[in-house]
């Protein structure tokens, strides 16, 4: 039996298969041809209102063909693609692919899933997984599911984004937010007094101290190099930082955190002027500077590598294990937010702070983040009342 054309008006046809002598209707989407076939126990005119559905669909610029891609390969290949076109870093990248990992676990009842069969329904159930997690965790999973349905919706894989429903909202840490504390002025003396002293002739003594007195960031401390220091105008230019790569290795990187690589605008990139102690900081560093391959301020020349952070980290710790300086824990971050907070307390204007400690200027993080009122400033402050 031939072909029996039932249907052709130049937007679809049907006719009767010679195999299974059910009807095919067929249609033309994108340029290539498709086929719908009628069910073994499906009516004639259910079927043909099917297929008018989907033509009827493809005219209204409502179609959305079927495929099986799932929301894992979606944010994979997003993420690689990022990568690939010189967006993110290689840290940025790993960095990427860990929270995708997160997401896996959370969300391993749909992730895997094609994406057009996956509910918001789902989505709910998968929050009670993800409130294990701290908040800036949850925050980051989110953030790569909304840009995975969003990329399947504007590509046409889903008809919309479950992700843009109004009761579909982040949910909240189980966990308690990671308050990192300043240091009271009195833990600073403290710390201080320590350093000129007993700690007087350790190798990681000036590295604290620069910190403290600046707020640089731990990797801008210790990437800065001889050139970076202008003793003659008294400024100290912070333009790149001490990271990892993609393999966890310890690299120069040759712009700050906040380097944007799409625009090519650093706006973390800085000259700051000397003060009298950051002067003597950086000139007995440089009395004790051996010649190292990069010229840093601070090197091991021991083991003639780079100085980490962790390093330095685990320093500090012992500091405070021994010397009992704060009931907190003690770390490079740490005392980033105690010179931040020390520039408020004096009245310094924010926009200076911002771009004195590299950050973005209008953000919110100086405030919200860096920020804590000490005892000591509140007890003057209160003062000023009486």
């Given at each position: 039996?031939?072909?029996?054309?039932?249907?052709?008006?130049?937007?679809?046809?049907?006719?009767?298969?010679?195999?299974?002598?059910?009807?095919?209707?067929?249609?033309?989407?994108?340029?290539?041809?498709?086929?719908?076939?009628?069910?073994?126990?499906?009516?004639?005119?259910?079927?043909?209102?099917?297929?008018?559905?989907?033509?009827?669909s493809?005219?209204?610029?409502?179609?959305?063909?079927?495929?099986?891609?799932?929301?894992?390969?979606?944010?994979?290949?997003?993420?690689?693609?990022?990568?690939?076109?010189?967006?993110?870093?290689?840290?940025?990248?790993?960095?990427?692919?860990?929270t995708?990992e997160?997401?896996?676990?959370?969300?391993?009842?749909?992730?895997?899933?094609?994406?057009?069969?996956?509910?918001?329904?789902?989505?709910?159930?998968?929050?009670?997984?993800?409130?294990?997690?701290?908040?800036?965790?949850?925050?980051?999973?989110?953030?790569?599911?909304?840009?995975?349905?969003?990329?399947?919706?504007?590509?046409?894989k889903?008809?919309?984004?479950i992700?843009?429903?109004?009761?579909?909202?982040?949910?909240?840490?189980?966990?308690?937010?990671?308050?990192?504390?300043?240091?009271?002025?009195?833990?600073?003396?403290?710390?201080?007094?320590?350093?000129?002293?007993?700690?007087?002739?350790?190798?990681?003594?000036?590295?604290?101290?620069?910190?403290?007195?600046?707020?640089?960031?731990?990797?801008?401390?210790?990437?800065?190099?001889?050139?970076?220091?202008?003793?003659?105008k008294?400024?100290?230019?912070?333009?790149?930082?001490?990271?990892?790569?993609?393999?966890?290795?310890?690299?120069?990187?040759?712009?700050?955190?906040?380097y944007?690589?799409?625009?090519?605008?650093d706006?973390?990139?800085?000259?700051?002027?000397?003060?009298?102690?950051?002067?003597?900081?950086?000139?007995?560093?440089?009395?004790s500077?051996?010649?190292?391959?990069?010229?840093?301020?601070?090197?091991?020349?021991?083991?003639?590598?780079?100085?980490?952070?962790?390093?330095?980290?685990?320093?500090?710790?012992?500091?405070?294990?021994?010397?009992?300086?704060?009931?907190n824990?003690?770390?490079?971050?740490v005392?980033?937010?105690?010179?931040?907070?020390?520039m408020?307390?004096v009245?310094?204007?924010?926009?200076?702070?911002?771009?004195?400690?590299?950050?973005?200027?209008?953000?919110?993080?100086?405030?919200?983040?860096?920020?804590?009122?000490?005892?000591e400033?509140?007890?003057?402050?209160?003062?000023?009342?009486?």
């Amino acid at each position: 039996m031939g072909r029996k054309k039932e249907k052709g008006n130049g937007e679809g046809t049907i006719y009767t298969s010679s195999k299974t002598n059910l009807l095919v209707g067929q249609y033309v989407y994108n340029g290539k041809r498709k086929s719908v076939y009628q069910k073994k126990n499906e009516k004639t005119g259910d079927f043909k209102k099917r297929f008018n559905s989907i033509l009827a669909s493809i005219n209204n610029g409502n179609y959305i063909e079927k495929n099986t891609d799932t929301l894992e390969q979606i944010i994979a290949k997003h993420i690689q693609q990022k990568y690939d076109d010189g967006i993110i870093s290689p840290r940025s990248y790993q960095r990427e692919k860990e929270t995708l990992e997160q997401i896996k676990k959370t969300c391993h009842n749909f992730i895997y899933l094609p994406i057009q069969k996956i509910t918001a329904e789902d989505i709910e159930m998968a929050k009670l997984e993800m409130r294990n997690y701290s908040n800036s965790v949850i925050e980051k999973i989110w953030r790569l599911l909304k840009k995975g349905f969003k990329i399947a919706h504007s590509r046409r894989k889903i008809l919309f984004n479950i992700m843009d429903d109004d009761t579909l909202v982040v949910p909240i840490s189980k966990k308690p937010n990671k308050v990192i504390n300043a240091l009271t002025v009195k833990e600073e003396n403290l710390l201080r007094k320590i350093l000129n002293n007993q700690e007087k002739e350790h190798k990681y003594r000036d590295i604290v101290l620069l910190q403290l007195e600046t707020g640089m960031r731990i990797g801008e401390v210790l990437s800065r190099t001889t050139k970076d220091v202008n003793l003659k105008k008294n400024t100290l230019r912070i333009w790149n930082t001490l990271t990892q790569d993609e393999n966890y290795n310890i690299i120069l990187k040759e712009h700050t955190k906040i380097y944007d690589r799409k625009t090519g605008l650093d706006k973390g990139e800085r000259t700051i002027p000397l003060s009298s102690t950051v002067k003597s900081i950086i000139i007995n560093a440089k009395k004790s500077n051996v010649e190292n391959i990069y010229n840093l301020l601070f090197w091991d020349y021991e083991k003639n590598t780079f100085i980490t952070p962790s390093e330095v980290n685990l320093w500090l710790r012992r500091l405070n294990e021994k010397y009992n300086i704060s009931s907190n824990p003690l770390t490079t971050h740490v005392l980033r937010h105690t010179r931040i907070t020390r520039m408020q307390e004096v009245g310094m204007h924010l926009s200076v702070i911002q771009y004195c400690v590299g950050h973005t200027k209008g953000s919110k993080i100086t405030d919200e983040v860096y920020t804590s009122i000490s005892e000591e400033f509140t007890k003057k402050e209160w003062e000023k009342i009486k």
